[in-house]
DNA sequence: CGTGGGCGGATTTTT
DNA sequence: TCCGCCCACG
């Protein structure tokens, strides 16, 4: 029988949540919890038990990869391809929306997706060609004005100036822009949504048709949605409805960019009839990480509730470690990482998470030092990376001519004589004619058709349209092969630096992006199937591909190596090992959100996130002395430190000759199971630093001596200051007199 | 038209 | 401190 492969590995309360009868379902998935299992399992319920067909099952997920996901768990579950099941992104399913109803929904048929690089440079350009000061109205500022107004659902006409000057021009910015989009046929990500949203609500037979078709609607990770994604699923779902919602409040760190975790409370006013899972089991982490994190998580107020526990090992107790200053927070975890690879574990099953990027530069030096392999998550993914957009924009001007963003981008790479001069004339006159780039140049007068930059500029158009004639007929590969030669960005990125006596990086960056740029005529080849139901062309499909996924971060996976990454980007991932760094005030929580409660939160919500990727051994290390933006800082350790159940904390101190007896105290509840790190000098102490010696400091003032370990310029003292309280500081950077 | 130096700003990121 | 962007120069 079905059930039996359906409900078999499940535990009591996933087979709950699996098997609830057809009424609104809202799931609380803590950490570890089986969320992903649960909702794959919930498809194959409703078509096996429920007998739904899979033409009926609309399940929508966050990103590409938990899509995938999903996907592939499905197909095995059900022992065959799903094929009519829709799973995707929210984006991707409003753009196969808007594919099939591009007329219904007011656009174009071959409209383009603008990735947020591409709109933040639109947003540009109309500020200029405003005449408006960039360092009043930044980029920045305007995109995001428009994107949080779309992600509300709100047009420029839903929107009140009152006696907001700047308010009332931003609102203009924002109908500028979308005239802008309107005129180029492309759409934003934040667009795709909207008019997803926008062509239900304004077309009750199309939103009958896809409510009768999609009975079951499913959606991951609901704590992120916005509010123009629960207004979607409201509208698909319909009064009678029965959507299914996995989520979990206390893993919502998304609020700055839109998400609303209240949408999970909203769902419950909104679909009286719903019922309520929680699925607390975890089964990642050991009792003393979970412990942690459900201590730390407590702080926080207005949780709808939820208490993770294990019936696996306890494990051993978080360890906290105080570095005195980021060196030697990164020494001391490459010193663990090596001590972890000595006794037989992969590297990959290491992760070190921080707050902030720049962070991750001392962990690299250190690693580099320590000969560790890492890999550090986060820049450019392959089709935001320069070229591969460079190349895009050719492709896109092909298929579209009045695509200006891409016709600025092109109409001088590789160089042709088209200077800023040029391109600056055109957007006046393309601004006064209320057309393109491309059209203003081509209706020009005879008059102007004579000098030099007029015949370069016919050179690109001719180029454009010769490239247009070439490449029809011909398969998706060979068209971007003949793009990038004809176009000649293969031999612009291929040419060597002339003279200038080898720059050797300058070098390798061509190759790499000789690399990238052949890695994007294979990516089309193997570019296949999955959007021919779209009725698109192969070349507009891959263009929305490009966008719509844009890649992976790195190419050079193979090698085992230790995992670094953003606390973020850590967000459903999990690790054998976890550091948990910059433990500090102003760090982590940052110092942007300290002052905000609801920001506040979220940083306790993502420190949550942080713990519970551990699966053995969870560390948190601080700093006492951190440079940061060049000047050094004297930090506190972050509150979210104390908030952890202090019993099941243990405080790493390496263990030396000297001052035994002080560090015995310290010692006691430092497990025996975690490798001591031994200095390998044992050299006498730094002069005039012995135990209860006074001294000053520069930023602490005086103190008593507590503690000495080391010598050299490694050496560290803890010193007991009168105002400041109890700090080990470095003698390298200290500075500390003797006070007689 | 391309580059180098000066200046300002410096969470978090997916689609 | 360091990186990215803008402008002035070659």
Not at 41 to 58: C, D, F, G, K, M
Not at 212 to 240: C, K, M
Not at 562 to 590: D, I, N, R, S
């Amino acid at each position: 029988m079905y059930l039996d492969a359906i409900l078999n590995p499940l535990n009591e309360a996933q087979r709950a949540a699996v098997s609830a009868p057809l009424v609104p379902v809202l799931v609380l998935a803590g950490a570890g919890s089986g969320k992903t299992r649960v909702l794959t399992h919930r498809i194959a319920w409703l078509i096996q038990v429920e007998h739904a067909s899979p033409y009926s099952i609309l399940a929508v997920t966050f990103t590409n990869k938990a899509a995938g996901e999903m996907r592939g768990r499905v197909e095995q579950l059900l022992g065959a391809p799903p094929g009519v099941l829709w799973i995707g992104t929210f984006h991707g399913i409003a753009h196969r929306l808007l594919r099939l109803h591009w007329r219904e929904a007011g656009l174009t048929q071959g409209f383009q997706i603008l990735d947020s690089d591409d709109q933040q440079r639109l947003v540009k350009r109309i500020i200029k060609a405003n005449d408006l000061d960039e360092s009043r109205w930044e980029p920045r500022e305007v995109t995001w004005f428009i994107n949080s107004n779309k992600d509300e659902g709100r047009r420029p006409k839903d929107l009140k100036a009152g006696n907001d000057p700047t308010r009332a021009q931003m609102i203009r910015l924002y109908g500028l822009y979308e005239e802008a989009c309107a005129r180029a046929g492309v759409v934003d990500f934040a667009e795709l949504l909207l008019r997803a949203y926008e062509l239900w609500r304004d077309h009750p037979e199309l939103l009958a048709h896809y409510r009768q078709r999609f009975r079951h609607v499913l959606v991951d990770e609901f704590q992120d949605t916005n509010s123009i994604q629960y207004a979607w699923l409201r509208l698909i779902a319909g009064p009678e409805g029965h959507p299914f919602v996995v989520g979990d409040d206390d893993q919502s760190v998304y609020r700055w960019r839109g998400a609303r975790v209240e949408n999970l409370q909203q769902f419950r006013r909104d679909f009286e009839r719903s019922k309520l899972y929680r699925l607390e089991q975890n089964y990642r982490s050991t009792a003393a990480i979970l412990m942690a994190a459900n201590g730390l998580i407590a702080h926080n107020s207005g949780r709808l509730g939820k208490t993770l526990w294990t019936n696996g090992e306890p494990g051993l107790p978080i360890q906290l470690y105080a570095a005195f200053n980021e060196r030697d927070e990164a020494e001391f975890v490459a010193r663990r990482v090596a001590d972890y690879v000595a006794s037989g574990n992969r590297r990959d099953d290491i992760a070190v998470l921080y707050r902030s990027n720049a962070q991750s530069r001392a962990f690299e030096e250190a690693f580099i030092a320590a000969r560790i392999p890492y890999r550090v998550y986060g820049g450019l993914r392959f089709f935001e990376r320069a070229e591969i957009k460079d190349a895009l924009a050719y492709l896109r001007l092909l298929l579209n001519r009045d695509d200006d963003g891409a016709y600025e981008r092109v109409v001088n790479l590789p160089t042709r004589g088209i200077g800023e001069r040029t391109v600056e004339t055109l957007r006046e006159e393309a601004r006064a004619a209320g057309s393109s780039l491309w059209k203003a140049a081509t209706s020009r007068s005879d008059a102007q058709q004579g000098g030099r930059t007029a015949n370069a500029l016919r050179g690109f158009h001719e180029l454009i349209d010769r490239l247009a004639q070439e490449i029809a007929g011909l398969p998706l590969h060979e068209q971007i092969d003949h793009v990038l030669k004809q176009s000649g960005l293969i031999e612009y990125h291929g040419r060597e630096k002339p003279s200038q006596d080898a720059v050797r990086g300058e070098v390798a960056r061509n190759e790499a992006r000789l690399e990238n740029l052949a890695e994007l005529v294979s990516a089309a080849r193997s570019f296949g199937a999955e959007s021919a139901d779209l009725e698109l062309p192969p070349l507009e499909a891959f263009l929305a591909h490009a966008a719509l996924e844009s890649g992976e971060r790195q190419s050079d996976a193979g090698e085992d190596s230790v995992q670094m990454m953003t606390l973020h980007m850590a967000k459903g991932l999990e690790f054998m090992y976890v550091f948990l760094c910059g433990m500090e005030e102003g760090l982590f929580p940052h110092q942007r959100c300290i002052s905000d409660l609801e920001a506040l939160e979220e940083e306790r919500r993502l420190c949550y996130v942080g713990m519970t990727r551990a699966m053995k051994h969870l560390y948190l290390t601080y700093a006492e002395q951190r440079r940061l933006h060049g000047m050094d800082t004297h930090p506190a350790p972050s509150r979210f430190i104390k908030e952890v159940p202090q019993d099941i904390v243990a405080e790493v101190r390496p263990r030396v000759q000297v001052a035994r007896a002080v560090a015995a105290a310290r010692m006691r509840r430092d497990q025996p199971a975690v490798p001591a790190i031994r200095f390998r000098t044992e050299e006498p102490p730094p002069p005039g630093m012995h135990l209860g010696a006074r001294v000053r400091h520069g930023k602490f003032g005086e103190g008593v001596v507590l503690n000495v370990e080391g010598s050299g310029p490694h050496a560290r003292v803890q010193v007991n200051f009168e105002q400041q309280g109890t700090k080990w500081l470095m003698m390298q950077y200290a500075n500390l007199e003797p006070v007689s």
